[in-house]
């Protein structure tokens, strides 16, 4: 996100189909894809942020929009960020508490799913995950809409969890390793 938030654009559309891991020599790679709803953010010359806007309707995946979004704030880069919050939860999780409103009408389904990010306490959504998750998340919430994230942070919070781990980065990612069945 950093990448393309450097280059002045946000992507609104923060889901696990919008990225891809690469294939060798590149397996260590992951690439965010579907561009389709990206958007500047601020001018590439001035670096004057767009204006804060209400009244937009929320672009992107119901599952990984981010609050401002559902109340029709003008999406930023805190927004992508907490999008991929939600996405990792889910990674780790399987779920989001938010999931499983079937067989509702769409406004309905859109109006619940706002009201359950904002009912639900950040400690209930990060139960069981180690407290980076939370601490990512507190950083995203608490960004003011033209703010610039702190990247080096929010990486070293979860360089310092693999550490902490004593993971090894040995190249044995799950995409790399996992048989493919056909």
């Given at each position: 996100?950093?990448?393309?938030h450097e280059k002045h654009f946000i992507h609104r559309d923060i889901k696990p189909e919008n990225f891809c891991a690469g294939k060798q020599p590149n397996d260590s790679s992951i690439y965010i894809i579907d561009l389709g709803l990206s958007k500047r953010y601020r001018d590439e010359q001035t670096r004057i942020h767009v204006p804060y806007k209400e009244g937009?309707?929320?672009?992107?995946?119901?599952?990984?929009?981010?609050?401002?979004?559902?109340?029709?704030?003008?999406?930023?880069?805190?927004?992508?960020?907490?999008?991929?919050?939600?996405?990792?939860?889910?990674?780790?999780?399987?779920?989001?508490?938010?999931?499983?409103?079937?067989?509702?009408?769409?406004?309905?389904?859109?109006?619940?799913?706002?009201?359950?990010?904002?009912?639900?306490?950040?400690?209930?959504?990060?139960?069981?995950?180690?407290?980076?998750?939370?601490?990512?998340?507190?950083?995203?919430?608490?960004?003011?809409?033209?703010?610039?994230?702190?990247?080096?942070?929010?990486?070293?919070?979860?360089?310092?969890?693999?550490?902490?781990?004593?993971?090894?980065?040995?190249?044995?990612?799950?995409?790399?390793?996992?048989?493919?069945?056909?």
């Amino acid at each position: 996100m950093k990448f393309l938030h450097e280059k002045h654009f946000i992507h609104r559309d923060i889901k696990p189909e919008n990225f891809c891991a690469g294939k060798q020599p590149n397996d260590s790679s992951i690439y965010i894809i579907d561009l389709g709803l990206s958007k500047r953010y601020r001018d590439e010359q001035t670096r004057i942020h767009v204006p804060y806007k209400e009244g937009k309707t929320l672009t992107g995946t119901l599952r990984y929009g981010s609050k401002n979004s559902h109340e029709g704030i003008e999406s930023t880069r805190r927004d992508d960020l907490e999008s991929v919050g939600y996405m990792l939860i889910y990674f780790l999780k399987g779920v989001l508490p938010w999931q499983g409103l079937n067989n509702v009408d769409k406004e309905y389904k859109h109006i619940r799913i706002k009201e359950l990010k904002n009912e639900i306490p950040l400690s209930k959504l990060c139960e069981g995950l180690p407290n980076e998750f939370e601490q990512y998340l507190k950083h995203c919430y608490g960004l003011q809409f033209d703010e610039e994230p702190n990247y080096k942070f929010l990486i070293e919070l979860f360089t310092n969890l693999f550490n902490s781990k004593d993971y090894e980065m040995d190249g044995n990612y799950d995409w790399v390793t996992a048989v493919i069945i056909i």
